[in-house]
């Protein structure tokens, strides 16, 4: 891992308890060594509780990071960013080591807060592919993610958001959670996605939210530069896949084209359990099609 750097303490402010809050950014420049033929970590800024121990190299070349918070969590009042930009050709797979827990939001303080800024440049291959998120009990979270693709640049990147914490018995027990979505290619906004669910206020058991599910995943998959014909034959060719994979009333699975560059793929589930392997399956049935290559399931660590 070359260039890195570390910072100490991140920036921590009270709220209007007096108590602190983190404000913290996590940083990934990623580059390609065209001698050896493989993605390395080349330059980090790490400020705790974020964290990444090092860049595994995979079988075809591919940086493999797993993105570690060592608080165990989001906490009331935090404010996470996380940005990543990858180099011309470079192939980086991200993944979490455990679901991401949002804690129970306290009185007074402002809602826990992700902030996501990634650049894919030209050619490169950035696969997103992390556990679920789990707000507990009171939480409130927003999120924000922008997505920039350049010229051949390439990406599948799927969320999943649980109901809460199941074995509990807390289904829909959190305030609020927002998540904001944008891709762009090209300088063109391909995507735009806004959820907000606050279920305290909302019935989100409605069939105009939910329904009778409980989790909800979304999966982007994205090359820039293939034309129409080749992601309605994609489209074609998942839509297959998921209707096999559809149980209603168990799961429900969609598949659609995005105005150019890519697709979308959604899922709603009952049981969380059902859901990680059937996003597995259309990524690597998308991958195979799009890249003619199979697709590595990140390796965990703890």
Known sequence: MAGTAQKGLAEGAPDILGQSRVRATMRLDFEYDSDVGNTFLAASLQEPPLKVVRAFTLEDGTALVHLHNVSGGLLAGDHLALNVNLGCSTSVQLTTTGATRIYRHRPY????????????????????????????????????????????????????????????????????????????????????????????????????????????????????????????????????????LTRPGEILWGVSSLVAHGLIVRCLARCGRDILPGLHSVWREARLYIYGRDAIPPRKVN
């Open 109 to 244: 303080s402002s809602p826990t807060t992700q902030c996501n800024e990634v650049a894919v440049g030209e050619n490169a291959l950035l696969e997103y592919l992390p556990d679920a998120m789990i707000p507990f009990a009171g939480a409130k979270f927003h999120q924000r993610t922008s997505i920039d693709l350049a010229a051949g640049a390439g990406m599948f990147w799927w969320e999943i958001l649980s109901p809460g914490r199941e074995a509990r018995g807390e289904l829909f027990d959190y305030e609020q959670f927002d998540m904001r979505t944008r891709v762009t290619a090209l300088g063109r906004k391909i995507a735009a996605e806004n959820i907000s669910l606050r279920p305290g206020s909302q019935n989100v058991s409605s069939l105009a939210r939910l329904g009778p599910y409980h989790y909800v995943a979304t999966f982007y998959v994205c090359r820039v530069g293939l034309n129409a014909g080749v992601w309605h034959a994609a489209e074609d060719l998942l839509r297959k896949l998921t209707s096999r």
